[in-house]
């Protein structure tokens, strides 16, 4: 979710926040020592809602890849497009990274 475009950092670094508090690295992958990271593409409606999510490249561990694809549901909503955005979405590709004592999404 990084950005180099002026335009979009606030907003995407709300959305990053949203994801990241709502976002857990998952117990048995803890216990387990399991890390990895994972792509997710994910589209943002100009209302806030959540469009189409679509996991580019696994993180090797179904309970990792889920519990990242269930952080950026539980996120929602997401806050509207500022009124000066003539977007009517905005796709972004997220690379959640889960390594033991730190986990963040980029």
């Not at 990271?37 to 589209?43: A, D, E, G, K, V």
């Amino acid at each position: 979710m990084d950005t180099q475009e002026l335009k979009y950092l606030t907003y995407l670094a709300r959305v990053r926040e949203k994801v990241e508090s709502a976002w857990e690295y998952p117990r048995l992958a803890r216990h387990e020592g399991w890390q990895g990271n994972l792509y997710i593409r994910f589209t943002i409606r100009r209302d806030g809602r959540l469009g189409p999510v679509t996991l580019l490249r696994s993180s090797g561990y179904r309970v990792l890849d889920d519990a990242a694809l269930a952080a950026l549901r539980d996120a929602i909503p997401f806050g509207q497009f500022p009124q000066a955005w003539e977007e009517p979405d905005l796709t972004i590709t997220g690379n959640f990274i889960y390594s033991m004592g730190v986990w963040h999404v980029r």
